[in-house]
């Protein structure tokens, strides 16, 4: 996300909050001019308080950086639900692997019934050819 992209989202939650660019410096702590800079998208100042601005503005950083809220499902925060399914996954890999091994060992087993059916069959004819 650029500058540009941030800077209008700092600014369009602060006019949804009601809070003018006054407020916003007093509450950061910097100048009027400072913070004017920073809805300007004219300072390096505005990456590296984008947390502290964020929270002034009682919103999260990802929602100033990429203009809304990270995806939220019962409550969880999309690391939440990308941890859990992080783990899941991992569960299942597992029992893909296991069911891979039990694959070759059917196989194998299949080959080694295959082959005994083959040897029986050869045995048979030999049996037939000698009445």
């Given at each position: 996300m650029d500058n540009y992209s941030i800077?209008?989202?700092?600014?369009?939650?602060r006019k949804t909050r009601k809070l003018?660019?006054?407020e916003m410096a007093h509450r950061l702590g910097i100048s009027l001019t400072a913070y004017r800079d920073i809805e300007r998208g004219n300072t390096s100042m505005m990456n590296s308080n984008i947390a502290r601005i964020a929270s002034h503005l009682e919103t999260s950083a990802e929602e100033l950086v990429l203009g809304y809220h990270p995806i939220?499902?019962?409550?969880?925060?999309?690391e939440e639900i990308t941890g859990s399914y992080t783990s899941r996954i991992s569960v299942l890999e597992k029992q893909v692997e296991n069911l891979e091994k039990l694959v070759k060992t059917l196989e194998e087993t299949i080959r080694s019934k295959?082959?005994?059916?083959?040897?029986?069959?050869?045995?048979?004819?030999?049996?037939?050819?000698e009445k």
């Open positions: 800077k209008e989202n700092i600014r369009r939650i003018t660019q006054e939220q499902m019962n409550g969880q925060k999309l295959n082959e005994i059916i083959e040897n029986n069959k050869e045995i048979i004819a030999m049996l037939r050819k």
